[in-house]
């Protein structure tokens, strides 16, 4: 929405529509985090799948991303957008995603980092492209549940627990 509330004039016109809504793109069962890549702009968004599936979509405006009727891959051959990554048989409860930047970074400069709710993790996936692959899993059951993670001003990553009570604020410092 711009500022003055209305329709920004470089969204879609999506399927059944008349003019631009403020719908970007549709097809989404969860949407639990948005990252923008550095140096890119390219939106990636984080969901969780139903039991199975969570995904990994890059954003592109007007998309189809499939949901309720397509989890995973395999939705191009129906029309919808694939995502890039997905969990496959199980599911992570994927929330919060930042991109970090930095020379403090090292070879992690670039990554994504995604925290999860059920497997109560910080995972980083090393980003190519169109490519996550998965890399490392991070504080495993240290904190529990992890909800948001963002990189702060001062280049390191912030999570925040969601366990109902004692939720705290972690700070990860790049070395």
């Known amino acids: 929405m711009n500022g003055d509330g209305t329709v920004p004039s470089d969204n879609p016109i999506l399927p059944g529509a008349q003019a631009r809504t403020y719908a970007f793109s549709l097809g989404h069962r969860n949407p639990q985090g948005l990252a923008v890549q550095p140096g890119t702009g390219v939106m990636f968004e984080v969901e969780h799948g139903a039991t199975t599936n969570d995904e990994i979509n890059i954003l592109a405006p007007g998309k189809n991303y499939g949901w309720p009727d397509q989890e995973g891959f395999g939705g191009t051959a129906k029309g919808f957008t694939d995502p890039i990554w997905t969990s496959g048989s199980v599911t992570y409860a994927t929330s919060g995603a930042a991109f970090v930047t930095g020379e403090r970074w090292g070879a992690w400069a670039g990554s994504l980092f995604i925290a999860t709710l059920k497997e109560q993790d910080l995972r980083r996936f090393a980003v190519s492209g169109t490519t996550v692959v998965p890399k490392e899993v991070l504080y495993d059951q240290k904190y529990g549940r992890l909800r948001s993670v963002v990189q702060g001003p ?13 939720d705290r604020v972690i700070r990860v410092a790049p070395r």
């Not at 001062?154 to 004692?166: E, K």
Request: proline fraction near 0%; charge should be negative.
């Open 154 to 166: 001062d280049g390191a990553l912030y999570l925040t627990t969601s366990n109902g009570s004692g």
